[in-house]
């Protein structure tokens, strides 16, 4: 019969990729605690207009990627992304009434039909950070921070950071006005998507990546427009503070005029995080503040600012990590006493397996080096004495002592 397969993007996580990801969680967690941040988890699916609202209707997100169903007439929508559904909680939980920074993480899988491709799945992770409750660009600098430290706790280098502001809805209008003017007379000749995007949402036309498109975005007249400064003062206030924060802090950064963010709902600060060592697919982190966002979703007017990244490619830069092996195999021909001491040795939180076939003591010993870090042999003359013989299996030594002092071997 036929076997069934994984579907096309998606991947199982095995038993030996588990390090990684245990890995990337555990710093996760201990990164963004030191930092006051809490953990928070929501739903998987949403109703659809959730994201239709909060991550925008001109993005490729809402327009070509989301798994929506309908289940009694509702049309619900597989997270592609999880700051929607933070939001959401944040304000049917009135956690705008907690007092200010409210710092929030999360992980787990998100979905988007996207084309499979290295680095890019239709169902794959992503940690991240929200930071509700504060205007001032510290907020920006320490979320920025965030990242960059978890990323240094992973052991990834050759990473960059890349900065920019999308100014204020009133500053970015007179943006867009002059971007669409120059970029007018090009009209025919772009993509499909950017004619879309001309009228809907220009400011994503700078994040085509269709080479014909890119090309007319880098004439001088274009790049005049797109390489000026047009963010407000208050806007620039906000930017150069932040600057200073992260020079005097020793982060470096770029700054990339052509960074826009595929979401609607970013206001000054954008920033990724690129590796070096991948390949096309290179953003590992991507975040920004989005003021408006909390209060567009019905919530009271709160600032915010937030990152995710792909934990897939992060794992890829982690690359392999060794296996983790049981403590102690118990070795014995008898089960009933094997049993015993490897349920004593749990309880006291050690892990401990033992050999359920009853198989010769050479056999086991051969699965214990496969396995474990010490075989604890339990021969009859070990039961009649009460003892049990430690054996470290990297370096063969042995020594048979007391039960009591066995488990001192491995606390
Ligand atoms: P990209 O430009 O690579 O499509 P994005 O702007 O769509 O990224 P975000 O929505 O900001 O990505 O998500 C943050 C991070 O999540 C990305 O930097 C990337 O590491 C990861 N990511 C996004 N989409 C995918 C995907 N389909 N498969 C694997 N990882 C992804
Ligand atoms: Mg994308």
């Given at each position: 019969m036929a076997i069934i397969r994984v579907q096309k993007g998606t991947k199982d996580i095995l038993p030996c990729d588990m390090p990684v990801w245990h890995f990337m969680e555990d710093k996760a967690r201990e990164i963004f605690t030191s930092y006051g941040a809490k953990e928070i988890r929501t739903p998987i699916f949403e109703a659809t207009e959730l994201f239709a609202r909060g991550v925008g209707d001109t993005t490729d997100i809402v327009n070509k990627e989301m798994y929506t169903f309908e289940k009694s007439e509702r049309s619900l929508t597989l997270r592609p992304e999880n700051t929607a559904g933070v939001v959401r909680s944040f304000i049917e939980n009135g956690m705008h009434r907690l007092s200010a920074p409210v710092k929030l993480w999360y992980k787990g899988p998100m979905f988007r039909y996207e084309r499979p491709q290295a680095g890019r799945q239709r169902q794959f992770?992503?940690?991240?950070?929200?930071?509700f409750g504060i205007k001032q660009a510290a907020a920006d600098a320490e979320v920025i921070l965030m990242a960059v430290n978890y990323l240094k706790a992973l052991g990834l280098?050759?990473?960059?950071?890349?900065?920019?502001?999308?100014?204020?809805?009133?500053?970015?209008?007179?943006?867009?006005?002059?971007?669409?003017?120059v970029i007018k007379p090009y009209l025919p000749q772009l993509c499909p998507d950017c004619q879309a995007r001309y009228e809907k949402n220009p400011l994503r036309l700078l994040d085509c990546k269709v080479e014909e498109c890119k090309e007319i975005y880098a004439k001088p007249e274009i790049q005049a427009v797109i390489q000026s400064d047009f963010i407000c003062e208050n806007c620039a206030n906000h930017f150069n503070e932040l600057k200073c924060y992260l020079n005097a802090l020793n982060i470096n950064y770029s700054i990339n005029k052509l960074l826009v963010r595929g979401l609607d709902y970013y206001n000054r600060t954008v920033f990724e995080?690129?590796?070096?060592?991948?390949?096309?697919?290179?953003?590992?982190?991507?975040?920004?503040?989005?003021?408006?966002?909390?209060?567009?979703?019905?919530g009271e007017d709160t600032p915010a600012i937030g990152f995710a990244m792909g934990m897939e490619r992060l794992a890829s830069l982690i690359g392999q990590k060794e296996d983790e092996r049981t403590t102690a195999f118990v070795v014995s021909n008898n089960t009933l006493e094997a049993i015993r001491l490897t349920e004593e040795l749990r309880a006291d939180g050690i892990s401990a397996e033992f050999d359920l076939t009853n198989k010769k003591f050479v056999k086991q010993l051969e699965k214990a080096s496969k396995v474990a870090k010490f075989a604890l042999i339990l021969g009859e003359d070990e039961i009649a004495a009460g003892k049990v013989t430690v054996k470290n299996l990297d370096t063969s030594e042995q020594k048979t002592v007391s039960r009591e002092e066995a488990k001192k071997f491995f606390t």
């Open positions: 992770h992503q940690v991240g950070v929200e930071v280098n050759d990473l960059s950071v890349e900065l920019n502001s999308l100014g204020c809805p009133e500053c970015r209008e007179v943006f867009k006005t002059k971007l669409k003017e995080i690129k590796s070096n060592n991948l390949g096309s697919q290179n953003a590992v982190c991507g975040g920004g503040r989005y003021d408006s966002l909390v209060k567009n979703l019905g």
